[in-house]
């Protein structure tokens, strides 16, 4: 009952913009931790950003800090992942993701941490 659902890829030219949405469903934001990762073909899947329970505290990728941004609408239940200057390495499936807190002052990009997870949506960025 408790799921989470991306939209918002595509494909998009290297140094444009997407804005990724994850609909939660089953509970509230304020009561769980959300991120969103990436896997690349081939590879595991990269912490990209995350952000507590009530917006009180939000954590970035050093490859993304100042470039994306993540955030929650509490009334719509979602959250979105506001993305610029993408480059080509950025291609991949992204995914939301979200847990249970274990901590009330930050939140995880360590994926193995959560244990809610979407079936992701493609972001290509190419020329």
């Avoid at 609408?73 to 499936?93: C, F, I, R, T």
Wanted: glycine share 14%.
């Amino acid at each position: 009952q408790l799921q989470v659902v991306e939209s918002g890829g595509g494909l998009v030219q290297p140094g444009g913009s997407l804005r990724l949405s994850c609909a939660a469903s089953g509970f509230t934001l304020d009561r769980f931790t959300l991120a969103w990762f990436r896997q690349a073909p081939g590879k595991g899947r990269d912490g990209i950003s995350c952000i507590l329970s009530g917006g009180g505290f939000t954590k970035y990728a050093d490859s993304v800090a100042g470039r994306f941004t993540i955030s929650e609408d509490s009334a719509k239940n979602m959250v979105y992942l506001e993305m610029h200057g993408l480059q080509p390495e950025e291609s991949g499936v992204y995914y939301c993701a979200a847990r249970r807190p274990a901590a009330r002052t930050h939140c995880t990009l360590f994926e193995t941490r959560y244990d809610i997870w979407g079936q992701g949506t493609q972001v290509t960025v190419s020329s």
